[in-house]
């Protein structure tokens, strides 16, 4: 098929065309890819004339939605980029309590409209990051500890297949698939659908944050860890450690503020902070307020771990980041965010996503501006990512960045991953989508 003979509903973009340097940035500013082509697909039928056409060209296929990987797996050099984002409409059925989300959708969008109705369902905790990839390979968020993980509110997917088919998973029909959609990530298809099942959650959060010096934060976070062990569903503990040591502890509330505020005296356990804020806002805001934290001008690179447990020695580790002193000027930002709750509550065969067990996610994660500072930035994040690594018990696939194979056994549990492998051989053996944590069928 000769590429001046693409029919599409959207916009297919070239070198040197109006849009193109538009549409191949991505968050991660270190990545700076030209595609052979771009397809701003409007319809399901542009996917498939997308994947269709990359095939008989022989060109990779990169799919973009939010544009949030690390790695910047939506931009391949000289391939095909699907870029979804035209594809971003939903709708809410308040009655029956779902949303329809098409696959270019921003989880801010999402958040917006099921909030209309004082619904939500768990997306991550910044907005403008892609429905879909959140969703594919599991999705962690506020609400995960009260209904379970993205992925585990999902009815039904519509999914173009490497073959070029459109398909729909659901609990019946294609139930293999559906399995493997859920945490399985981009492997399978292009998801250009997602029903989500919406709960009742109100409008409102209560966020409480209290300040350690480096000093006194190992005696207040073995306190945290040890309230988290009870903390209700609706509060998910968090820490943050940053500049000059200085920790953050506290959570997150998602729901009635005035329940949240009647908690907080079990954080007076923590000791006295250096200072402490406790904040009402709209779930959409709680949304939101990463935002600015995480804009698109900057060079990125992230780590992470999946812990089952968070031992003293751990808490150190934390803290100094890789470090002996726990200071520097390039260290990355690191934070601990609780699972269990909701996510425990799904039973580990159910879905590909595995480790449901975890305690706490670590991240890690930094940023800047300069290229001459790339090997010092990303040594400071793999070294604070290593000082966590005796305690880790695997990794969250979508956080994972240049790990490789080794990186994907790290996410998918032996029993699970060979199922996965097996699911690849029958939706893609030829490998169509591999820019992704690429789970590689049998034969390839």
Known sequence: MMTSRIRLDGQLLRPGDEGYDQARTVWNAAVDRRPRMIVRAATVADVVTAVRTARELDLEIGVRCGGHSGMGHAVP??????????????????????????????????????QAHGLATTAGNVSHTGVGGLT??????????????????????????????????TRTEHPDLFWGLRGGGGNFGIV???????????????????????????????????????APRRATFTAS?????????????????????????????????????????????????????????????SKGHYLRALPDTAIEAFLLRGTESGEGDFLPGAGLQAYGGGIDDVPDEDAAFGHRGTLF????????????????????????????????????????ADEGAAGVRRAYPAAKLAKLTALKDVYDPDNVFHLNANIRPTQR
């Open 77 to 114: 050099d000289d391939g095909l980029m699907i870029d979804l984002t035209p594809m971003g409409g939903m709708r809410v059925d308040p009655a029956r309590r779902t949303a329809w989300v098409q696959g270019g959708a921003l989880l801010g969008a999402l958040d917006r409209a099921s």
């Open 136 to 169: 594919l390979g599991g999705g962690m968020g506020w609400l995960a500890r009260q209904y379970g993980l993205s992925c585990d509110n999902v009815i039904s997917y519509e999914v173009v297949t490497a073959a070029g088919d459109v398909v729909r998973a």
């Open 192 to 230: 250009t659908g997602f029903e989500f099942r919406l709960h009742h959650t109100g409008t409102r959060t209560l966020v409480a944050e209290y300040d350690f010096p480096l000093e006194r934060a190992a005696a207040a976070m073995r306190v945290w860890r040890d309230l988290n062990d009870a």
């Open 241 to 301: 450690v940053g500049r000059g040591g200085l920790t953050t502890l506290g959570f997150v509330w998602a729901g009635d503020p005035a329940a949240g505020r009647a908690y907080l005296p079990a954080l007076d356990a923590l000791g006295r902070p250096d200072a402490a804020r406790v904040n009402e806002m709209s779930y959409v805001d709680l949304q939101t307020r990463e935002d600015s934290v995480q804009g698109h001008a900057y060079r990125r690179y």
């Open 361 to 400: 996610e670590w991240g890690g994660s930094i940023r800047w501006t300069d290229a001459a500072e790339d090997d010092t930035r990303i040594a400071a994040a793999r070294n604070s990512a290593a000082a966590l690594a005796p305690y880790a018990s695997g990794v969250y696939v979508n956080a994972l």
